[in-house]
T-cell receptor
Framework: GQQLNQSPQSMFIQEGEDVSMNCTSS?????WLWYKQDPGEGPVLLIA?????ELTSNGRLTAQFGITRKDSFLNISASIPSDVGIYFC?????????????FGKGTKLTVNP | NAGVTQTPKFRVLKTGQSMTLLCAQD?????MYWYRQDPGMGLRLIHY???????AKGEVPDGYNVSRLKKQNFLLGLESAAPSQTSVYFC???????????FGQGTRLTVV
């Protein structure tokens, strides 16, 4: 089953507000990734985090790799209507000499103009 | 540069029918993945491959088979489709583990 707990499930905000979402797990991950999915499209990578404690920004987006390697958060500042979509956290889980990429259930973001 | 291409984009199957979904990538990636996406469930890993000729089970492998005979192609097969396999299927590929995975546009499959 799912090994990543992503919250919140959905958010309804006003344009201009900041947004925060997070993922936690009981497992240790080697890499954390944040993706965005627009309707009818495949997910597109927003930010990749490779080291525990790493804090990375991409425009108005900021994400951090938790120091325990079991959690990550994504912040979006000054939201705009085009931020609408589903945001997924994903992690690379060590698996018998290789790694598999697993996803959280997603946070659906709605931005009201 | 097409990236990751999935065929078909839409398909309706009758219960018990079989079909194969094709994923092709032109980026010389080693890793390829098949996911299914269902409302409220996010993306669940079905099978993945770490290189040509290798496959491994993901979170929800039952009812599916895969093959990676060529590095650029990853096939997902349904031998006997069931209504529970109605979903949107996404293929992804990455150069190595711990790097960005690129996704296809998805295949919407309905089993009636």
């Amino acid at each position: 089953g799912q090994q990543l707990n992503q919250s919140p499930q959905s958010m309804f905000i006003q344009e201009g507000e900041d947004v925060s979402m997070n993922c936690t797990s009981s497992s240790i991950f080697n890499t954390w990734l944040w993706y965005k999915q627009d309707p009818g499209e495949g997910p597109v990578l927003l930010i990749a985090l490779y080291k525990a404690g790493e804090l990375t920004s991409n425009g108005r987006l900021t994400a951090q790799f938790g120091i325990t390697r079991k959690d990550s958060f994504l912040n979006i500042s000054a939201s705009i209507p085009s931020d609408v979509g589903i945001y997924f956290c994903a992690g690379l889980l060590p698996q018998g000499g290789s790694e598999k990429l697993v996803f959280g259930k997603g946070t659906k973001l709605t931005v009201n103009p | 540069n097409a990236g990751v291409t999935q065929t078909p984009k839409f398909r309706v199957l009758k219960t018990g029918q079989s079909m194969t979904l094709l994923c092709a990538q032109d980026m010389n990636h080693e890793y390829m993945y098949w996911y299914r996406q269902d409302p409220g469930m996010g993306l669940r890993l079905i099978h993945y491959s770490v290189g040509e000729g290798t496959t491994a089970k993901g979170e929800v492998p039952d009812g599916y088979n895969v093959s990676r005979l060529k590095k650029q192609n990853f096939l997902l097969g349904l031998e006997s489709a069931a209504p529970s396999q109605t979903s949107v299927y996404f293929c992804a590929s990455s150069y190595m583990t711990a790097t960005e995975a690129f996704f296809g546009q998805g295949t919407r499959l309905t089993v009636v």
